[in-house]
Structure formats: structure tokens, C-alpha cells
């Protein structure tokens, strides 16, 4: 059922998709933050913090300092009210039978039914209502993500045909690759001393994971401003092919356990582990293959839009972190 606890964790981690109403005998609950019109309150951000906990320790993960996971967990929180209050502005909506069918398909892929798929998501501290919003507000997100990022990706069939010639697509079928990865993330319009800010930031993290001096699941958690950054930065295992350019070229050349980066890409510099190396399988026709290019492709540009869309739309919001100070 591993694929089950790792489902639910990623929806955890990457979305925060958890919304959780204080009771009515309660007092008024705090603002934790201000996004636009819209507020993230501390009961909602203190639940799933300790949901995120339960996560981490039911798959053995050391947890950051409170501090940290305080952090993460707002920055996260605060991504997903962004896109959420988008998804109400282009008036997009996911019905319950949407969600019925999604999570039928979740139950169906792990073989089980859908009551032993919630029950699992119980046993993991998620209430089946708390699941099915997660399961809608991501679907709700993947949605907003699809029409302001991916509707605007194009793909030539001169670029499938030059990516099919390259070493990385040659050397597809061969190998996989586990990679973590640490952001240190730039603004949408970043100065000459963001650059310079970050890159000498990105340098420090770097040099002392290399010299020991500094773990990196724990720079991760503490420094990243990607979303894994509370799972160590972990990206899981890819094939060439599905690995972004700026690191790509690199990889082959390398041995597991080897850093990589500082490497500069247009929303940050990035810190690479390449945590394990293994061999792929699985063999495919010439159109598959085009197919299957074309994906990848895709994914790349839709993994590096996103970033830079994130970045923006975050620069563009009212944002107010200590409303109460």
C-alpha cells in the first residue's frame, strides 16, 4: 500500500490542500495571513501543520524544526490561496461526481476499493471530508495551472525531431535517476543584487553540503522554495528525458551521491543531489516514442512555466505574513 501513503503524502506536501472551519463553540479564530481579499486562519495553518507531522513521522521522516515547518507550511498554504481564489475569477469548478471519479481512479490503480482507500486516508489522520476537498482543490488547481500556463505551451515537430536525435533521448530506455533538489528562488523581476544575493546563498548551502557541514534533506526544509521542500527536496526518480535541460547534461556525467550547482535557471539557483542511479526498462514503437517525446517536452516547459507563474502571481498578490503584529 505504499502507493496509497505516498499519494496522500505528496498532495500534503506539494498542495496543502487542507482546509479545516474552527468550531462554532470557539472563539474567533486568528488571522494567520492575509492574501488578497481572502484570509488563511491559524487553526487552518496549526491543523495542517500537525496533519503534516502525522504524515512525516508515519513514513519515518525526521521532522524540521517547528520553525521551519511553520514556514514551509504557510508559504505553501498561502501558493494555494492564490490559485484557488484564480479558479474563482476564470469561474472554474469541480463537481462532486468529478471527485467521486477521481478518487475511484486513485482506488482502482492501488486495487482496492474506494472504502479500503479511505480508510487508509483515516489511519493516515485525514477525515474522508478532508480528503475529498484535497482531491478537489487540486483538481481545481491542476485546472487554473492548465489554462493560464499550459494552454500557452507550444511544441514544433522540429523540436520532437531534434530532441529524438539527442544523447538524453538516446539514452532514455537506459538509466533513472533519484534527484533532490534545493531552490533558492528568485523574484519574478529579479535586480542584479537578487542574483547576486542569491547566487552567493546558493553557493554557502552548497559548499557545506558538500564539506559535510550541512545535510541536505535538512538545507532542503530550511532553505528551498520549491514545494518538496519539506520531503528533502525529493523530485523521485526520472528518466532522462523528464529531468529539466539546465540539469539534464550534467547527470550523465555523474555518480550517485554528487552534487550538482549551484545551476541558474530563470526562477533561481538550483542544488542538485543525485541520490541514486538505476536502470530503466521497457522498450516502445516509433510512434509511441513521438508520443512519449512530446510528453516530456511538454512537462519540461509546463515544470519551468509553472515556477516562473508561481513567482509572478506571488508578486502580484497582497500578501500580509503578521496581520495581528
Known sequence: MKHIKFFVTCILVLAMNSVFAAKKSEPLDSIAAVVNDGVITQSELNQTIDTLKKQM???????????????????????KKLQLQLADQMNIHVSDTDVDKAIGTIAENNHISTKELYQKVNEQGLTTADYRKEIHDQMVMQQVQQQAVGSKIMINPQEVDEFMRSKTWQSFNTKEYHLEDILI?????????????????????????????LNFHD????????KNALQGGDLGWRKLPEIPSAFASQLVHMQANEILGPVQTSNGFHIVHLAGIRSATGKMTAD???????????QRKMEENLQTWVAKMRSEAFINTNPEG
Do not use: M
Open 288 to 298: 509511441q516514442q513521438r508520443t512519449q517525446v512530446q510528453q516530456l517536452i511538454f
Open 219 to 226: 538545507a532542503a526544509a530550511a532553505e528551498s522554495g520549491d
Open 185 to 213: 528562488a528568485l523574484p519574478d523581476t529579479p535586480s542584479s543584487q537578487d542574483v547576486t544575493a542569491a547566487k552567493n546563498r546558493a553557493d554557502e548551502i552548497a559548499n557545506k553540503i558538500r564539506h559535510g557541514g
Open 57 to 79: 513521522q508515519a513514513s519515518n521522516n525526521a521532522l524540521p524544526p517547528a520553525d521551519v515547518i511553520h514556514k514551509q507550511v504557510l508559504d505553501q498554504l498561502i501558493t
